[in-house]
């Protein structure tokens, strides 16, 4: 897996941001705020964290998890995928991996303020009709973070937005 080669555009503000925390998911959105947050930390010669979050089974509301419910395989899934995104950076970044189990949005805050990271960038994929009202993980860490947290989404062509 590599990163995109295309630089983001220049955000209105300069980033200074010594510290990194990314959100690690294998997603589309992932990659691009895995790429963006690179640049980021070249540009200023900063370090990455990144973290993955394997969340709670949804089984666990019922009262035994399914036939053939393996959780080691879903750990070694998770495994493989924040290890993948650490793998595509740069030599020249440092960067550091964080794996850990819990609700994705509340285990992104808590390391951001434990770990005194400058920067928190998820990716946002937007998925369905739902996403607006229930709210994904990258809306919940933007609510609810104390550290400043930019969202990178897909780029959207204006030409192509429907006017109504």
Same mark, same amino acid.
């Given at each position: 897996m590599a990163l995109a080669t295309a630089h983001p555009p220049p955000l209105a503000a300069?980033?200074?941001?010594?510290?990194i925390l990314v959100g690690v998911d294998g997603s589309a959105g992932s990659q691009r705020a895995l790429a963006y947050a690179a640049d980021v930390a070249h540009s200023e010669h900063g370090r990455l964290t990144l973290i993955a979050v394997v969340p709670p089974p949804l089984w666990t509301r019922m009262?035994?998890?399914p036939v053939g419910y393996d959780h080691r395989v879903i750990v070694a899934g998770w495994a493989q995928v924040l290890h993948a995104a650490a793998d595509c950076l740069p030599e020249d !970044?440092? !960067? #550091? #991996?964080r794996f850990v189990h819990g609700r994705p949005a509340d285990a992104i805050v808590c390391r951001a303020v434990e770990g005194c990271h400058d920067l928190v960038v998820v990716g946002c994929e937007g998925r369905g009709l739902l996403h607006g009202a229930i709210g994904g993980v990258s809306r919940k860490v933007a609510r609810r973070c104390p550290v400043p947290v930019l969202v990178v989404r897909e780029t959207t062509v204006v030409g192509s937005l429907a006017v109504r």
């Open positions: 300069p980033i200074l941001a010594g510290n009262a035994f998890p !970044v440092p !960067v #550091t #991996t």
